[in-house]
């Protein structure tokens, strides 16, 4: 009986290290319990400026350039015509690695609008992107000021 518990035990210590292992922290991580939609954000977003907000989805983009955004998209959300957020950080402040893309992630950050030098960034970015990459031609109008993130 000893043994059987042990080795469930064992187990079971087994998975949680391996759970906290495959996880990425970036900058603070996250402490906000509870996510807002990405649809939410942007269905009313000056009910959000300025506030501290968290957001869960899946990476559909980061800045192949520095690291310094990723864009992510509410998780059940319909892949083809879901709305998604940029998280943006200072260059070198917090570095998300491209091989992201796809993963799950939990975001924070003050949600703001995007100012017309940071607009105007976006939009050479998505002009230089390469045929078939997945950054957007559509420049984004409100993001996320990041302060952490954890990728999953």
Do not use: N
Request: some cysteine.
């Amino acid at each position: 009986m000893r043994f059987v518990f042990g080795v469930m035990l064992a187990l079971c210590l087994a998975a949680v290290q391996s759970a906290v292992a495959s996880e990425e922290k970036f900058g603070a991580g996250v402490t906000l319990k509870t996510a807002t939609p990405v649809a939410t954000l942007l269905a009313s977003p000056k009910d959000y400026v300025g506030k501290i907000v968290r957001v869960d989805g899946v990476i559909v983009a980061v800045c192949e350039m520095a690291g310094c955004w990723m864009e992510l998209r509410d998780e059940k959300a319909d892949a083809a015509t879901a709305k998604t957020i940029r998280l943006k950080v200072k260059d070198g402040e917090m570095v998300f690695p491209v091989a992201a893309k796809g993963k799950k992630a939990s975001v924070e950050g003050v949600f703001e609008p995007v100012s017309p030098d940071m607009a105007k960034e976006y939009a050479m970015d998505a002009d230089k992107a390469k045929p078939g990459s997945d950054m957007k031609a559509q420049v984004p109008t409100y993001q996320i000021k990041g302060t952490g993130a954890i990728i999953y």
